[in-house]
Every structure is written in C-alpha cells, then in structure tokens.
C-alpha cells in the first residue's frame, strides 16, 4: 500500500485536539482496521537557568523535509502492513502545553501499528530538516536539539 | 559561478540567506573551507550542507547555480 504522492505534513500553528478527533472519526468507515495508534507531541514548559519555555517556534527545511517523509513513509509502508498513517507536524509558534506533532497508524491489528507508529516518531526526529527555537517568558530564545 | 545560501536555525542567525558569486570552488569540501574562513564561528558548530536538496555525504562536485543549505542539528517533534 504505497503512496506516491508527496503529501504535506506541515500545519501552521498548534496541532487542535478538534482536528486530532476528526482525524479519528474519519476512520469509522476503514472497518477492515482493528487497532489504531497514535503519539502527540506536546511543547514542555522546560525550566532553563531559572526561565520558563513558553512557546517553541518550529522552522523546517519544507521541500527536503516532505521528500525524506516521502521515503520514511514508503518504507514503513512496506516493513509493516497498515492500513493507513497521518503525520503531522506544526510550523511557527506553539505554546506550552499545545500539541506540536501528530502520527496516527492504523492496522487490522495492534502491532504493527504500535511498532510503525514508534518507528516514524522516531526516524522523523532523527531525519527531518526541522528546528525548534524555545522561546522564554522573558523573549529571549534558545534553539532546541534534538539527541 | 553562482551560488545560493540558505541557512536554517541557529546558524541563520549568524549566515543570512544570500547568493554569492564564487570563482574556484568546485566540490563541497572547497565550499566549507571558504564558508569557515568567512564565519570562523561555524568551525566550532555542528552542521550538514544539503546540495540542491541532497544532504551531502561525501565531498561532491558543485556545479553552476547551485542551491547549499547549512542545517544545523534537526529538533523537529
């Protein structure tokens, strides 16, 4: 079930719960699917030298971004058997406690779509042309890594 | 020959996006030396160069109007 469109994962601003729970209802009518999976990122007031994260503001490479999520995307395709997968990952400014990621798999049954789902948090994070700069309560800034 | 610059996160801070006109650079390891003589502060960053869109693995050959990224260390998620 490879894809060979590039899709877009970009959103501008927070990921909303709303949109999180339409995602899920959309799949109501996919009844060969028995497990879902899903990770959410969520923007950590991290305390740094005694200042508070308020928000992260996410920049990407976009077009290098969506070509290695291509290839990301057809392999996970063909390493596990899903019925489908979402990502999703915001750009600009997300505040603490809102919703910076989204990946959704679904399979006909758990496991792969736990493993697969798990696997491309984890391929996006370490591949994917993108930068975090955490912004504190008082405007100054420091700009994440990811290790 | 020509070359467009576009940097991302921390180092777009130091390096703004420009086009250059470079005489006698012909692979990316010519490019790094130039580009950490030029912004000697990058010589203690970690960084990849992308070449029209291809992330560089090993010293390539840079032809006329060339695209290089500088990405420091993704923290996308």
Redesign the interface.
């Known amino acids: 079930m490879s894809e060979k469109k590039i899709k877009n994962i970009f959103v501008n601003g927070p990921i909303t719960p709303a949109f999180i729970a339409d995602s899920i209802a959309k799949h109501s009518s996919k009844t060969a699917i028995g497990g879902h999976s899903i990770f959410m990122?969520q923007v950590r007031k991290d305390e740094i030298d005694g200042k508070f994260v308020a928000a992260i503001e996410?920049?990407?490479?976009e077009?290098?971004?969506l070509?290695k999520m291509h290839q990301i995307r057809e392999a996970i395709f063909e390493k596990y058997p899903l019925n489908c997968m979402h990502i999703y990952?915001s750009l600009g400014t997300v505040k603490t406690g809102e919703i910076?990621?989204f990946v959704f798999t679904s399979s006909a049954h758990r496991k792969p779509a736990i493993s697969a789902c798990s696997e491309v948090?984890d391929r996006?994070?370490?591949?994917?042309?993108?930068?975090?700069?955490e912004i504190f309560e008082d405007e100054t800034h420091q700009?994440?890594?990811?290790i | 020959m020509e070359i467009e610059i576009i940097s991302f996160g921390k180092i777009s801070e130091l390096i703004s996006n420009q086009k250059i006109d470079f005489d006698g650079i012909a692979d990316t390891d010519n490019f790094k030396l130039h580009l950490e003589h030029q912004f000697p502060a990058l010589k203690s960053m970690k960084y990849k160069l992308a070449l029209n869109k291809n992330i560089v693995q090993e010293n390539t050959q840079i032809i006329n109007k060339a695209t290089i990224a500088i990405m420091p260390p993704f923290s996308g998620g």
């Open positions: 990122g996410y920049t990407a490479y077009e290098l971004s070509e990952h910076c990621l948090v996006l994070k370490a591949e994917l042309p993108i930068w975090g700069k700009w994440k890594e990811n």
